[in-house]
């Protein structure tokens, strides 16, 4: 490499670590903390994208740790929504063998009430069409972006231009 060509990728790297930091700053919208965070003591374009790379680790382990504690609290909410619905199966059993239709205790009143028959079914596929609702069509987004790519004209949309993105390995 000449010296030419090292001032070059020099100059494209200052340039790139100004936008860098504009584009930070733009997508702080004015949190000075992100802002102070992300760029503290760095002025290079390397040690910019060695920040950025290492908190897109942090947060996508952030994310992570968030998917999995909602998973572990819907499955409680699930458990705690069958353990409700035995105890209501609880009460109306004893309700029946006692012979009572109400008792009015300090926590509630609890009414046993006849449910009217409700419709089980054993073959879907032989239900008549009239008891089915319409549901609105739904875009399938993979195949529309495959009949595009493959030159395909579909009136209503288009291509985008593509891009790029990047790929992290981990060590």
């Given amino acids: 490499m000449n010296a030419h060509s090292d001032v070059a990728k020099v100059q494209r790297e200052i340039e790139a670590a100004k936008v860098l930091r504009e584009q930070i700053a733009d997508l702080a919208q ?96 032989d239900i008549p069409a009239e008891f089915f609702k319409p549901q609105p069509p739904k875009l399938d987004q993979t195949a529309l972006s495959a009949a595009l790519r493959d030159g395909r004209e579909v009136k209503g949309a288009t291509l985008s231009n593509g891009g790029s993105t990047i790929r992290i390995l981990r060590k």
């Fill in 30 to 125: 004015g949190d000075e903390d992100f802002i102070r965070d992300t760029l503290e003591g760095e002025l290079d374009f390397e040690g910019i994208v060695r920040t950025l790379l290492a908190e897109i680790g942090e947060d996508e382990a952030l994310a992570d740790g968030i998917d999995r504690y909602a998973d572990d609290l819907a499955a409680r909410k699930q458990r705690l929504t069958v353990r409700a619905k035995l105890k209501r199966s609880l009460i109306c059993t004893a309700l029946e063998i006692a012979g009572r239709k109400t008792m009015e205790l300090d926590v509630g009143t609890v009414t046993l009430s006849a449910v009217k028959p409700k419709a089980i079914v054993t073959e879907e596929a």
